[in-house]
């Protein structure tokens, strides 16, 4: 639209004011040339006969013929021809009719019982150039606006596949075949992003190697220690720290993994009942009240591996704080909607934003044997953002506690 606007603009304003200004001065001077050898041969057909005008009309290119009646004349005329028309009678002293034709103009003038008539060839009174002007205008600009959309839109697809490139590396995808293309300032802003990519890479491969060694260190000292209770009488303190060491082991797995980068992998068909069950099955919650409804028929494509990681997180959190566990499916507008609901004290409505920030924890004793490390609904939330999935927190009307909502769309 930026680029046809305004030629659309140009291109009409150009043949306006051509005709305007030029076509209409043409027109009015082959008219007024036409009346003045009209006014001319009428007064030679008055003053010296009919045989001696036809001779003067001869020289002049223009053809004489006596009829005793007018011929059907067309009403019908174009814009030009009725201009034309228009001039001439004006201009010429005698009353008047036109005929157009397509290859001559025929004039036709009443003597006493004669009517005297004279043929004009056509391109004499109206020019074609004009118009063969006003279409090559029109079509040399269709076919350079043709080019030039061509060229457009390879710099449109240039953009678009950057701005592709830069949607998936920010769901978790890896970009392998991106490279910049198109113009100057296109490949500029494609190359500023591959730096940042790698960038980005480099820092999260950092964290990753950071983390990863405290954890294999602390993993490391956290052994020896357990080996070196296992070697102590049993008794109320032991026991108490065997559990303290197993809540560390606990902390240092999920930190590793929230500082691990997730990659997304290709989208597969997956049942959400089996789904469900599997994240049921191998969960360690085995004591609680859990109730499934899922219907067998409900599949969807997507990444399996992060969509199990959030269902399990959004399980284990609702396990965590209640006795009864409800996991329900549904198709609703497309989509599918896993609602996960427990009986436990449920989330206030100003900590609903809150519970998905890393570390956050509603618990402000810190109890770090009940609170868990606070960051299970940040990985689900961020696993979410990178396969196009939603996770919504309501209360849940059943259970009285909290209800997670997890929407996937494009069901197949």
């Not at 959030?310 to 959190?317: A, D, H, K, M």
Request: glycine letters at 4%; one cysteine or more.
């Amino acid at each position: 639209m930026i680029f046809l606007i305004p030629l659309i603009i140009i291109q009409c304003s150009v043949i306006f004011f051509f005709y305007d200004r030029h076509w209409e001065k043409i027109i009015n001077r082959f008219s007024n040339i036409a009346s003045n050898e009209i006014n001319l041969i009428i007064n030679t057909y008055e003053k010296e006969g009919i045989e001696r005008t036809k001779d003067f009309a001869n020289d002049l290119n223009i053809r004489l013929s006596i009829h005793n009646e007018i011929p059907k004349i067309l009403q019908k005329r174009s814009i030009l021809e009725e201009k034309v028309y228009k001039t001439i009678k004006s201009r010429v002293n005698k009353n008047i009719d036109v005929n157009f034709r397509e290859e001559f103009v025929a004039f036709y003038m009443k003597f006493d019982d004669e009517i005297l008539q004279v043929n004009f060839p056509r391109k004499y009174l109206l020019s074609e150039t004009p118009i063969i002007y006003i279409l090559w205008i029109v079509s040399t600009s269709l076919v350079l606006s043709l080019i030039a959309f061509l060229f457009m839109r390879i710099q449109i697809r240039a953009i678009y596949r950057l701005s592709k490139s830069a949607e998936d590396f920010g769901r978790g995808k890896e970009i392998l075949n991106f490279k910049p293309e198109g113009a100057m300032e296109i490949r500029s802003a494609g190359n500023a992003f591959l730096k940042m990519k790698r960038r980005i890479n480099n820092y999260i491969d950092q964290r990753t190697s950071f983390l990863a060694g405290i954890s294999h260190d602390l993993g490391t000292i956290i052994t020896r220690i357990k080996l070196r209770l296992e070697l102590l009488d049993n008794n109320k303190e032991t026991s108490q720290i065997k559990k303290d060491i197993e809540v560390m082991q606990g902390f240092l797995k999920e930190y590793l993994d929230y500082s691990k980068e997730t990659n997304v992998n290709k989208s597969v068909k997956i049942n959400i009942s089996d789904l469900i069950n599997e994240v049921v099955g191998l969960s360690k919650f085995k004591d609680k009240k859990i109730f499934i409804k899922c219907a067998r028929t409900i599949n969807i494509h997507n990444d399996k591996g992060c969509l199990y990681r959030i269902i399990s997180n959004l399980f284990e959190n609702a396990c965590k704080y209640g006795e009864t566990v409800a996991i329900f499916a549904r198709k609703k507008n497309g989509n599918v909607i896993i609602d996960i609901e427990d009986n436990g004290p449920g989330i206030k409505n100003e900590f609903r934003r809150k519970v998905f920030k890393p570390f956050y924890k509603i618990d402000d004793s810190r109890n770090l044997n009940k609170g868990g490390s606070g960051l299970g609904l940040s990985i689900a939330k961020d696993l979410a953002r990178k396969i196009g999935v939603k996770i919504t927190l309501k209360n849940s009307k059943k259970y009285k506690g909290s209800c997670f909502s997890t929407i996937i769309p494009k069901v197949s």
